[in-house]
């Protein structure tokens, strides 16, 4: 271990990359699991009202999804905090926060386990099925705020000032400040991210699960189109606060041309996902595209380093212009 950390120390950028992945991946993933059950039971009531079982199937191979990336995080989890247990005694308040994220997240993967192993036994009670989908995705919703503030919080305790702030200072949102547009964010990602990961599993799963060429022709542009809307919504937003940082930049007389350059490109590349999920939807042959489904989901996970600066920033403490998503 000790060689590990040396090698690392003596190769910066790769221990910068590393970092980076640390964030994004489990981020992206977690959000994708908490969104993952509202999607499936979707799928699951769009069966019975459509009278397509093409919806059943796609909803159970979902679930299956969500299992695997809420087990993976649950392990994972569990993991580092065994190699960062020091660091995080349970009877501190840090140590507390981060169990609690953990428990959180535990209780979802239980509930969605649920969801999935009892498929069968409650296909005559849908209803029954589809809230035990709902509330693995209310579950996972908690384990997401959860893991943002215990985030937050240890971020905090890194602050020269960290004695004298208060929980206002630390969870209450100010109007205009990355930690509200963070939290306006939060919501739409969680629809997003779940069928961004689906979209690209579907054809995966193709060799494993042969439901025919018609169900993931099908389905692949359902799920695309759901990651479509989800993150165009999420990208009209993301304008709209932009806009208004930009007004404020404008009136405070801090606002130039290079300025405009850099927050134009950056609006534009967080637009790139909903077009390749837009192509993806609109073709004949949805399986042809994994290519362009594979480069939307990472485009998208790399939307979570920014996302997640804004969502630990301290306002007022820190300096955000480098850091906004929308800037």
Same mark, same amino acid.
């Given at each position: 271990?000790?060689?590990?950390?040396?090698?690392?120390?003596?190769?910066?950028?790769?221990?910068?990359?590393?970092? =980076?992945?640390?964030?994004?991946?489990?981020?992206?993933?977690?959000?994708?699991? +908490?969104? &993952?059950?509202? &999607?499936?039971?979707?799928?699951?009531?769009?069966?019975?009202?459509? !009278?397509?079982?093409?919806?059943?199937?796609?909803?159970?191979?979902?679930?299956?999804? !969500?299992?695997?990336?809420?087990?993976?995080?649950?392990? !994972?989890?569990? %993991?580092?905090?065994?190699?960062?247990?020091?660091?995080?005694?349970?009877?501190?308040?840090?140590?507390?926060?981060?169990?609690? $994220?953990?428990?959180?997240?535990?209780? #979802?993967?239980?509930?969605?386990?649920?969801?999935?192993?009892?498929?069968?036994?409650?296909?005559?009670?849908?209803?029954?099925?589809?809230?035990?989908?709902?509330?693995?995705?209310?579950?996972?919703?908690?384990?997401?705020?959860?893991?943002?503030?215990? +985030?937050?919080?240890?971020?905090?305790?890194?602050? @020269?000032?960290?004695?004298?702030?208060?929980? #206002?200072?630390?969870?209450?949102?100010?109007?205009?400040? @990355?930690?509200?547009?963070?939290?306006?964010?939060?919501?739409?990602? %969680?629809?997003? &991210?779940?069928?961004?990961?689906?979209?690209?599993?579907?054809?995966?799963?193709?060799?494993?699960?042969?439901?025919?060429?018609?169900?993931?022709? +099908?389905?692949?542009?359902?799920?695309?189109?759901?990651?479509?809307?989800?993150? #165009?919504?999420?990208?009209?937003?993301?304008?709209?606060?932009?806009?208004?940082?930009?007004?404020?930049?404008?009136?405070?007389?801090?606002?130039?041309?290079?300025?405009?350059?850099?927050?134009?490109?950056?609006?534009?590349?967080?637009?790139?996902?909903?077009?390749?999920?837009?192509?993806?939807?609109?073709?004949? %042959?949805?399986?042809?595209?994994?290519?362009?489904?594979? +480069?939307?989901?990472?485009?998208?996970?790399?939307?979570?380093?920014?996302?997640?600066?804004?969502? $630990?920033?301290?306002? #007022?403490? =820190?300096?955000?212009?480098?850091?906004?998503?929308?800037?």
């Amino acid at each position: 271990m000790n060689s590990v950390h040396e090698f690392l120390r003596v190769n910066p950028l790769l221990q910068t990359g590393l970092d =980076v992945l640390g964030i994004v991946i489990p981020l992206a993933m977690l959000l994708a699991f +908490a969104g &993952m059950g509202f &999607m499936s039971a979707t799928a699951r009531i769009l069966a019975h009202t459509r !009278g397509r079982s093409s919806y059943d199937k796609c909803a159970r191979q979902l679930a299956a999804l !969500g299992l695997i990336l809420g087990w993976l995080l649950l392990i !994972g989890g569990r %993991i580092w905090l065994f190699f960062t247990q020091e660091g995080y005694t349970p009877d501190s308040l840090p140590g507390f926060m981060v169990e609690m $994220t953990w428990i959180l997240l535990g209780v #979802g993967v239980l509930i969605g386990s649920l969801y999935h192993a009892l498929w069968k036994p409650l296909a005559t009670m849908p209803v029954l099925h589809v809230t035990l989908g709902i509330l693995s995705g209310v579950q996972g919703s908690a384990a997401v705020v959860a893991a943002l503030a215990s +985030a937050r919080f240890l971020t905090a305790l890194a602050q @020269p000032d960290a004695a004298t702030m208060t929980l #206002g200072d630390l969870f209450r949102p100010e109007w205009g400040s @990355p930690f509200w547009s963070a939290l306006c964010y939060t919501p739409l990602l %969680i629809l997003a &991210m779940p069928a961004a990961f689906g979209a690209l599993w579907l054809p995966l799963r193709r060799a494993h699960d042969d439901f025919g060429r018609d169900h993931y022709n +099908a389905m692949i542009p359902w799920c695309a189109a759901w990651a479509r809307n989800a993150w #165009g919504l999420f990208w009209l937003l993301l304008l709209i606060s932009s806009g208004m940082q930009i007004a404020q930049h404008w009136q405070a007389g801090a606002f130039t041309m290079q300025d405009a350059i850099i927050q134009t490109s950056r609006l534009l590349l967080w637009l790139i996902p909903a077009l390749l999920w837009t192509l993806v939807c609109r073709s004949a %042959i949805a399986l042809r595209h994994k290519l362009t489904l594979l +480069a939307a989901l990472v485009i998208s996970i790399t939307f979570m380093l920014p996302y997640y600066l804004e969502a $630990t920033a301290m306002y #007022g403490l =820190v300096t955000h212009t480098d850091t906004q998503p929308g800037i």
